[in-house]
């Protein structure tokens, strides 16, 4: 590594962009500047370093170890530089910043976006971007600054906690129910129409529990959760769905309650370049908040 370093600081900040989106293009684009510009000054800063800090992987652009160690280490310096503009502006101090969210479209509307929304109305200038995916993560995280995942995510690259569990269980309407034989038992679900994930495209194997339903047919089939609780309302058939989404509409009912239940969990994973970010640590508290205001949704009593 050279002895005597000439550093420019946005260039140190356009590697926390790369880092953080995985492209040069959306990096430039977060500030302002066509990609060959971020390439050539992130080869500035490679050379000022005498060393490699990004590699080329399967989707996009991933930091080396001297590159982790660096972004780390200047993981904070997005709000310094910003801080230093409002001094010298004379502008309101306050959090400011794009955080990247990634959920599960179901738990993503009704828990991250509210909690999203509560982050607003007081930092009003942070903008927050929620793609909404049942797909797991990649072991770059996608460019997401944090992602929340049915399960575990099987990557050492993120740093990875518990969420919550969430329980599913068997719905329908009664309209449905009282134009079909009684349901009594397990064995009473045989010939039914089941609506749950496409099981082509299901790639979260936490989700994979149609194995435990032999008989059923599974006649409607999204890669939504609430286009399947909207089938379920609709009386398509009989919906393995998240008590979350299912137990406040009154159309639907529970069925077999005491023998049909499964319990997964939501983790939440944050990318190392991110995790010092304020704008990203109030949205992970926001979330936590939610989700301990609203913990019997999730986990309702049997």
């Given at each position: 590594?050279?002895?005597?370093?000439?550093?420019?600081?946005?260039?140190?900040?356009?590697?926390?962009?790369?880092?953080?989106?995985?492209?040069?293009?959306?990096?430039?684009?977060?500030?302002?500047?066509?990609?060959?510009?971020?390439?050539?000054?992130?080869?500035?800063?490679?050379?000022?370093?005498?060393?490699?800090?990004?590699?080329?992987?399967?989707?996009g652009w991933e930091l080396t170890a001297l590159g982790k160690r660096v972004a780390e280490s200047a993981a904070g310096i997005d709000?310094?530089v910003q801080r230093v503009r409002d001094a010298a502006s004379r502008e309101e101090a306050g959090l400011r910043g794009t955080v990247?969210?990634?959920?599960?479209?179901?738990?993503?509307?009704?828990?991250?976006?509210?909690?999203?929304?509560?982050?607003l109305r007081e930092h009003p200038r942070i903008s927050v971007e929620l793609v909404t995916s049942t797909r797991p993560i990649s072991?770059?995280?996608?460019?997401?600054?944090?992602?929340?995942?049915?399960?575990?995510?099987?990557?050492?690259?993120?740093?990875?906690?518990?969420?919550?569990?969430?329980?599913?269980?068997?719905?329908?309407?009664?309209?449905?129910?009282?134009?079909?034989?009684?349901?009594?038992?397990?064995?009473?679900?045989?010939?039914?129409?089941?609506?749950?994930?496409?099981?082509?495209?299901?790639?979260?194997?936490?989700?994979?529990?149609?194995?435990?339903?032999?008989?059923?047919?599974?006649?409607?089939?999204?890669?939504?959760?609430?286009?399947?609780?909207?089938?379920?309302?609709?009386?398509?058939?009989?919906?393995?769905?998240?008590?979350?989404?299912?137990?406040?509409?009154?159309?639907?009912?529970?069925?077999?309650?005491?023998?049909?239940?499964?319990?997964?969990?939501?983790?939440?994973?944050?990318?190392?370049?991110?995790?010092?970010?304020?704008?990203?640590?109030?949205?992970?508290?926001?979330?936590?908040?939610?989700?301990?205001?609203?913990?019997?949704?999730?986990?309702?009593?049997?």
């Amino acid at each position: 590594m050279a002895g005597g370093l000439d550093l420019n600081v946005d260039d140190v900040r356009l590697l926390l962009a790369v880092a953080r989106t995985g492209r040069m293009a959306n990096a430039g684009a977060a500030l302002g500047l066509d990609h060959t510009t971020v390439s050539r000054r992130i080869k500035r800063l490679e050379r000022s370093l005498d060393a490699s800090l990004l590699t080329r992987g399967s989707d996009g652009w991933e930091l080396t170890a001297l590159g982790k160690r660096v972004a780390e280490s200047a993981a904070g310096i997005d709000d310094v530089v910003q801080r230093v503009r409002d001094a010298a502006s004379r502008e309101e101090a306050g959090l400011r910043g794009t955080v990247r969210v990634a959920a599960p479209d179901g738990f993503g509307v009704s828990f991250v976006a509210p909690a999203i929304a509560a982050v607003l109305r007081e930092h009003p200038r942070i903008s927050v971007e929620l793609v909404t995916s049942t797909r797991p993560i990649s072991s770059r995280g996608a460019g997401f600054d944090m992602t929340v995942s049915i399960g575990v995510p099987q990557t050492g690259r993120l740093e990875t906690e518990l969420l919550t569990p969430y329980s599913l269980a068997l719905y329908a309407t009664r309209e449905y129910l009282d134009s079909h034989p009684a349901i009594r038992g397990f064995d009473d679900l045989r010939g039914h129409v089941l609506i749950f994930y496409v099981d082509a495209l299901l790639s979260v194997a936490e989700l994979d529990l149609t194995r435990n339903f032999a008989g059923l047919r599974v006649g409607f089939a999204s890669t939504n959760v609430l286009a399947q609780v909207e089938a379920t309302i609709a009386s398509a058939g009989i919906g393995l769905l998240p008590c979350f989404l299912a137990e406040s509409n009154p159309r639907l009912v529970r069925i077999l309650g005491a023998l049909v239940r499964f319990e997964l969990n939501f983790s939440l994973s944050v990318r190392p370049p991110s995790r010092d970010l304020e704008a990203v640590s109030v949205i992970r508290d926001a979330i936590l908040g939610e989700i301990a205001g609203r913990r019997e949704e999730l986990v309702p009593p049997k």
